[in-house]
């Protein structure tokens, strides 16, 4: 038994296929769905948590990656070098979770690495580089 | 009975000037009036700080030996404006170093452009300059390398042609892809709606007919002293205005200078704009010397009362058709999300009120402390909205 914690990438054109409960149906494997949402460009962003037999697990991989999903492991890590950041709020335009959003009182941007799915949307986005992907 | 701005600084000499900032002075006039406030309050303090695309700072390198009409010349790659004299040149916040993809590959990153060179020269860090000219009798050097610091260089002064803009757009996308613009990441379908300005900290919309800001009014400028220089480039006037005589569209700028030398990377950050561009984040904070009632009550204007456009950044701002989408308060920008016909559309900031507030506050602090003497200005700001109230 195997259990990895993946983020998928889904191109615009799959999202509403039924990509993910075939790897019930057909490939033995379980999963928990930690994050689902729909990114500015219309891009599906799904963070599973599966679990199943190794060699399973590796075909079922394979037949995501073969329908365009991408897959990533959810060990890179988003961090904020809170040095450079100028609470300026551009990333609450891009992030799609909760994970930076600004307390209204102090309107400072607050970065909470628990509801961090890593898209990386707000790496680029944010002016002064603050947000950083370490591996 | 008015005040003076002498007699203002006789009370900061004394340590009893009151000093409030454009937030707190809202609850003052709001418990006692403007015209007691106006009495008890001698300067209220403002801050903004945001991309602000017209800035740049110009340098005069000291000379080679031998000595170098420089023509050409680069800062960390970045190429700087040389067309003056021998070694005086000019870094632009936008320019982009060398061989920058720019957005070949679209979205475009710009790392690294005049704004992160300004900011790693007041940082105190090691640049690279590279000069080359064409050599004359009294300036043969031909090439020109060296690593310099900011304290190596003769004088160095922030010049900004254009800053702290009175009020600016709500923009929004209403095309079907994602846009990328100056004003951040739009997404389709009024996916989102982006604003940048401080509303009720901000220096020109707490002096909005420019009663007391003027040529030579001293202020803070990126974490050192600065001064305003003129009215900034696209100054207007003439727009539609609100209770408090502040304007509802982008209106008013200034010219600001001061030495680079006494700035703060904090207050002054090198941006990378997502398929846009470079650009450098300055903190601005004015004081405004209440000299009477009218001051101060337009110094307590409030982000309910403070009104920005929406406009369309897919179709109406390039074409340049002038169309407006709506109008909304600050208060409502900053609750996260904006009613626009129905839809609601959440908000986000490029200008960072923490950070304005934090300008207003050490001002506040410098004014408080007898470190900061308000000055008188040469000559008042063009204003069409008060030289008619005048004339
Ligand atoms: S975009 Fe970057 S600097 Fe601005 S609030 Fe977000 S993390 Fe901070
Ligand atoms: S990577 Fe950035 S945009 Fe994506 S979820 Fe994490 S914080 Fe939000």
Sequence with gaps: ?135 | MGKTIAEINERIKRGEAVVVTAEEVIGIVEEKGAERAAQEVDVVTTGTFGPMCSSGAFINLGHAQPRMKIHRAWLNEVPVFCGIAAVDIYIGATEMAEHDPLNEVFPGEFRYGGGHLIEDLVAGKTVHLRATSYGTDCYPNRAWERDLTLADVKEAWLFNPRNAYQNYNVAVNLSDRVIYTYMGVLRPNLGNANYCSAGQLSPLLNDPLFRTIGIGTRIFLGGGIGYVAWHGTQHNTEVPRGPSGAPTRPAGTISVIGDLKGMSPRYLTGYSILGYGASLAVGIGIPIPVLDEEVVRAAAVRDEELVAAVVDYSHDYPQGTGKLLGEVTYAELKSGSINLDGKVVPTAPLSSYSRAREIAEKLKDWIAQGRFLLSEPVELLPCSAREEEVG
């Design chain 1, 1 to 135: 038994m195997v259990r990895h914690k993946v983020v998928l990438h889904f191109p615009h054109e799959q999202v509403d296929k039924p990509i993910v409960s075939k790897l019930v149906r057909d490939y033995n494997l379980d999963f928990n769905i930690l994050k689902a949402s729909i990114t500015p460009r219309e891009e599906g962003l799904l963070v599973l948590e599966i679990t199943g037999e190794d060699d399973d697990y590796q075909r079922g991989m394979d037949y995501i990656k073969s329908r365009g999903v991408s897959v990533q492991p959810l060990s890179q890590d988003i961090r904020r070098n809170d040095e450079r950041c100028t609470h300026c709020g551009a990333c609450l335009a891009v992030c799609p979770t909760d994970a930076l959003r600004a307390d209204r009182s102090t309107m400072e941007v607050l970065f909470d690495d628990e509801e961090c799915v890593a898209c990386e949307l707000c790496v680029k986005v944010c002016p002064p580089r603050a947000m950083e992907i370490h591996y």
